[in-house]
């Protein structure tokens, strides 16, 4: 038995990394997928790889209340409903000391990371079908302070406050809302992290935050997904409201 059969996804920041991963998985565990994302050659790149069928793609900046509002209703076009909802989209931004941080910086992963996620909360809960789960995509970054990703830090802070409301707020509609806070995960976004803390020796970068984790690797994005995927189906089905640390050990 599948674990998602019936059930209608939408996942937002699903043309890479941990999104793309969890979409697939989705789409293997039954489900039919709406991929959001705001670059479009690589949302379409996604949806070829992963096949038309079950699937549908809109093109979206999530800290765009329009934008948001076309996704959702495009989603309800395409399948009619909304069991899932994996709000995920987020951007890392460079890092600075906060002494140095960038105002225009700062307002641009906040919008991303806080904004789009409060509006995915706001625009898609509403419509979603009883009994659904949303899950908001954190970081230890969530949990712990981390020297030069201040607003990055601060965003990911700020998404548990969002869950917490909306576990509350949905709840008599038998909705739950959880986050998920991974350690280094292998994609796009480290990469762009280990260039900017060692551009001339990537590599150092790494070790340097592998050396930070007990497991001593980064996680896989499918490893990410399939926390998501028990969240998401019925296994879960008694859990709301709280943070799912996923790290390799790094929080111990
Ligand atoms: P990624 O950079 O590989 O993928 C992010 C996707 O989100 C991209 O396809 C990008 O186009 C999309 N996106 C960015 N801004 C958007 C916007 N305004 N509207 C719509 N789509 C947008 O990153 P990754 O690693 O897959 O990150 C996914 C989530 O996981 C993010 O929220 C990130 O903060 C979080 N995370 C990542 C970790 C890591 O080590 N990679 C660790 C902990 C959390």
């Given at each position: 038995?599948?674990r998602l ?9 699903a043309?890479a ?26 949302l ?24 948001v ?35 225009a ?9 806080v ?65 998920v ?10 990469e ?26 980064y ?7 399939d926390?998501?995927?028990?969240l998401?189906?019925?296994?879960s ?16």
């Open positions: 038995m599948k059969n019936d059930k209608v996804a939408l996942v937002t920041g043309a990394g941990i999104g793309r991963e969890t979409a697939a998985i989705f789409l293997r565990e039954g489900a039919r997928v709406m991929l959001v994302d705001v670059n479009e050659e690589a379409r790149a996604t949806v070829e790889e992963l096949g038309k069928l079950n699937t549908a793609y809109c093109v979206a900046d999530v800290s765009d209340s329009d934008q509002k076309k996704y959702v209703k495009e989603t309800l076009d395409a399948f009619g409903r909304i069991d899932v909802f994996f709000n995920n989209a987020g951007i890392e931004g460079n890092s600075y000391p906060m002494a140095e941080y960038p105002e910086l700062f307002d641009k992963v906040l919008a991303v990371n904004k789009g996620v409060w509006l995915g909360c706001q625009h898609v809960l509403p419509a979603m079908s009883e009994g659904g789960s949303a899950i908001i995509t954190s970081s230890v970054a969530g949990l712990k302070g981390m020297q030069g990703l201040g607003a990055y830090v601060t965003s990911k802070h700020a998404v548990i406050g969002i869950m917490r409301v909306a576990a509350l707020e949905f709840a008599d509609r038998k909705i739950r809302v959880n986050t806070h991974p350690g280094p995960v292998n994609t796009g976004m480290m762009r992290i280990e260039a900017d803390v060692s551009p001339e020796d990537t590599r150092k970068a790494k070790q340097g935050f592998e050396a930070m984790i007990p497991l001593n690797r996680a896989e994005a499918g490893e990410i997904a926390l998501v995927l028990f998401a189906s019925d296994e089905r008694y859990i709301s409201g709280n943070t799912y640390v996923i790290d390799g050990g790094m929080m111990a």
